[in-house]
């Protein structure tokens, strides 16, 4: 584990700034891997410890479950609050709002979510679907089944995530945000899914946007953008921006 540590970190871009008194912490793409999720909460408790500071924040960025070998596990980690004297904010991935959307009843996009690792996590839930074509009754039977498998404090998580979320200068999403829509406009789709328009753009945003969704093998460090998606489900490498002041750390698996 690489901790971070002032030597190791850089200046944020365009001027921005976390709020005084707080070191804010945003955890990248879990994708079912608790493993990494364990490690890298220790890490944060490590980097934390003898800190003199008003507020400890951790942001999740989204993308808890599918692809990992262990999606219920992260879940109920993350549900549990495992970092204590730390603010937690969960937000959506657009994972989760896959899983979501077929648990509230549309079974339209289920091919998409069990092609895009939602096979792992029905399997961590001890469901072992086939993979194929689905009839609307085969989709009903198997959405009863996840809603028995699943604890309610599960579903209670998926249901209360968030869009967005800012401290300061700082704006976190999931995906990241669409050029030209002010930050409090922005659609829940565009949090969600977007990727081109966001990733090519040199805007300002009107804050720094620190997002997951695209994988790059390190942080993407950018003048009005911060991806923390380092691909943990398969590289191994959970990630962790870390933010004080003015300047920016890396925590990684």
Do not use: C, K
């Amino acid at each position: 584990m690489r901790a971070a540590r002032p030597p190791e970190s850089l200046v944020l871009p365009a001027g921005r700034r976390a709020p005084a008194g707080a070191r804010v912490y945003a955890v990248g793409d879990i994708h079912g891997r608790s493993d990494l999720l364990d490690r890298l909460h220790d890490a944060i408790r490590a980097d934390a410890r003898g800190r003199a500071l008003e507020r400890r924040v951790v942001v999740y960025l989204g993308d808890y479950i599918d692809r990992g070998g262990d999606s219920a596990g992260a879940i109920e980690r993350l549900a549990a609050r495992p970092l204590a004297g730390f603010e937690p904010y969960y937000l959506r991935g657009n994972h989760e709002a896959m899983m979501q959307g077929f648990l509230d009843g549309d079974s339209t996009g289920l091919d998409t979510w069990l092609w895009n690792g939602g096979m792992a996590t029905l399997e961590s839930y001890g469901l072992a679907p086939m993979a194929g074509t689905y009839s609307e009754d085969w989709a009903d039977a198997l959405r009863a089944e996840l809603l028995r498998a699943m604890p309610p404090a599960h579903g209670d998580f998926l249901r209360a995530l968030a869009g967005a979320h800012r401290e300061g200068d700082l704006f976190f999403a999931h995906a990241g945000v669409r050029p030209g829509v002010a930050l409090d406009s922005q659609s829940p789709d565009d949090l969600l899914w977007v990727r081109g328009e966001f990733l090519n753009s040199d805007a300002d945003f009107g804050a720094l946007v620190i997002h997951g969704h695209t994988v790059t093998p390190e942080p993407d460090v950018r003048a009005n953008r911060i991806g923390i998606d380092t691909g943990a489900w398969r590289s191994g490498r959970l990630t962790a921006a870390v933010f004080e002041g003015d300047r920016v750390a890396f925590l990684t698996t």
